[in-house]
């Protein structure tokens, strides 16, 4: 895994906006209204993408050189970059809702007694699976 990927984008200037597509890595295709929105969006869909591929141990393609896109009528190339270890670390520490079933006795004794039950969900697996709390 790398720190930093740079991959060569096209944007496609639409009446009903902009299309933006990343040859190298089909099925990230982000869009946006303006050409700012273009950048922040291609730079987030991109941190994403590859962030998945990480996670399924997807082979992440070198990059296309940037003078080697084939532009059509209305394209233009922008390269975008991404720094990927605070996409990673957010990624791995954001929250997961989970439905969960107990009796309804055991509820209502923890509902009274203040029971945070997502802290001692969180406590009682990593105390399962051997995590330092």
């Known amino acids: 895994m790398k720190e930093i990927y740079a991959f060569p984008a096209t944007l496609s200037y639409e009446e009903d906006g902009i299309t933006i597509e990343f040859p190298d890595l089909p099925g990230c295709l ?13 730079k987030e869909a991109l941190g994403l993408h590859l962030w ?4 399924d141990n997807d082979e992440i393609p070198c990059p296309t050189d940037i003078s080697k896109l084939q532009l059509g009528q209305g394209e233009i190339p922008l390269m975008v970059d991404v720094f990927m270890p605070p996409i990673r670390e957010r990624q791995s520490n954001r929250f997961v809702k989970k439905t969960l079933s107990i009796p309804s006795w055991l509820n209502a004794e923890a509902e009274h007694a203040g029971v945070n039950f ?4 969180q406590t009682s697996l990593k105390q399962h699976l051997g995590l330092a709390q």
């Open 30 to 42: 982000p869009c946006a209204t303006t050409t700012e929105e273009a950048v922040k969006n291609a």
């Open 52 to 55: 998945s591929m990480e996670r």
């Open 118 to 121: 997502s802290q001692i969900l």
